[in-house]
């Protein structure tokens, strides 16, 4: 898919979201980290799978404070190839949306 087609948003659900046991154990500042790396992914594809270029996508935080916090956000995601990480349930909606708008053409 080019560029020019890619959506620029994704659905947000917020009861799968306040449902998620990994979440609730999250601090509010995880959390909002990981909204933040979630927004990442969906822009780009994937995330580094390395913590300390992780960081860098979090420049509001210095990345001592980030790499406390990490352990409690990575399990979100996971390995995709290519020293990258991604959240799979992001990526399900990705595919969904793809073949939606294939059919659509």
Same mark, same amino acid.
């Given at each position: 898919? #080019? &560029?020019k087609d890619k959506a620029p948003a994704y659905q947000w659900y917020p009861k799968d979201y306040d449902t &998620?046991?990994?979440v609730k154990l999250m601090t509010y500042e995880q959390e909002g980290v990981y909204r933040r790396l979630l927004d990442h992914q969906w822009l780009e594809g994937s995330i580094p799978a390395d913590p300390t270029q992780i960081a860098g996508l979090v420049p509001k935080m210095a990345r001592a404070r980030f790499l406390k916090l990490w352990s409690g956000i990575s399990v979100k995601f996971k390995p995709v190839g290519g020293g990258r990480l #991604?959240?799979?349930r992001l990526e399900r909606q990705r595919r969904d949306f793809d073949e939606f708008v294939t059919e659509q053409s």
């Open positions: 898919m #080019a &560029d &998620d046991e990994t #991604a959240n799979g």
